[in-house]
């Protein structure tokens, strides 16, 4: 079964709206990661927050992790337009060798309406 | 800086043909490098990935292979492709475990 899973699958808001997109997880991580894919195109790496760490913040983005509850959150704030895209969280798992292997969960997509 | 580069952007190609997809990065040494496929609408599904020239770990038993013979090149193959290995697939490098993954733009695959 999937590592990392993401809730909602979808979400639709307005601009200027806040968007929270929530990933759960199994096992636990080195660090986790969250990335944004425009459609048909690669992914770009948003935050990584490691698994010591409770709260980063990078622009209009904050990133919760509680290691308790194996979950985490990523908040855009004052949402635009150009944010329209799926957001995929990924964990680096403990363990072994990890080599940085990742494992992606299958991801929200945002849409947000001028 | 760093450059990832993937081609072809396109291919479609018969049941049964051959495959190759060509992964470089620039501007980096002895990075890991990954390889990865997307179904349509899906997370992201680790194929292979390697830490040095020759050194090539499976993480799925499949109709695919990869090599590595450059520091900054990674390919991936198919002897026969089959309608199953349709899909997106990005290749990523990162200088370290770790560390955040910078991906390339990937290659659409279509098999007929």
């Known amino acids: 079964s999937q590592q990392g899973e993401e809730d909602p699958q979808a979400l639709s808001i307005q601009e200027g709206e806040n968007a929270t997109m929530n990933c759960s997880y199994k096992?636990?991580?080195?660090?986790l990661q969250w990335y944004r894919q425009n459609s048909g195109r690669g992914l770009v790496h948003l935050i990584l927050?490691?698994?010591?760490?409770r709260e980063k913040h990078s622009g209009r983005l904050r990133v919760t992790l509680d290691t308790s509850k194996k979950s985490s959150s990523l908040l855009i704030t004052a949402s635009r337009a150009a944010d329209t895209a799926s957001y995929f969280c990924?964990?680096?798992?403990?363990?072994?060798?990890?080599?940085?292997?990742?494992?992606f969960g299958q991801g929200t997509i945002l849409t947000v309406h001028p | 800086s760093q450059t990832i580069h993937q081609w072809p952007a396109t291919l479609v190609q018969p049941v049964g043909s051959p495959l190759s997809l060509e992964c470089t990065v620039e501007?980096?040494?002895?990075?890991?490098l990954y390889w990865y496929r997307q179904a349509a609408g899906r997370g992201l599904q680790l194929l292979f990935y390697?830490?040095?020239?020759?050194?090539i770990s499976s993480e799925v038993p499949q109709n695919l292979s990869a090599s590595r013979p450059q520091d900054r090149q990674f390919i991936l193959s198919s002897k026969k492709l089959l309608l199953s290995d349709s899909g997106f697939y990005l290749c990523?490098?990162?200088?370290?475990?770790?560390?955040?993954?910078?991906f390339g733009p990937g290659t659409r695959l279509t098999v007929t």
């Open positions: 927050i490691r698994s010591n760490e």
């Open positions: 096992t636990s991580i080195n660090n």
């Open positions: 501007g980096t040494s002895n990075p890991n």
């Open positions: 390697s830490v040095g020239i020759g050194q």
């Open positions: 990523a490098w990162t200088p370290r475990a770790d560390h955040e993954q910078y």
């Open positions: 990924a964990t680096d798992v403990i363990g072994g060798t990890s080599y940085g292997k990742l494992t």
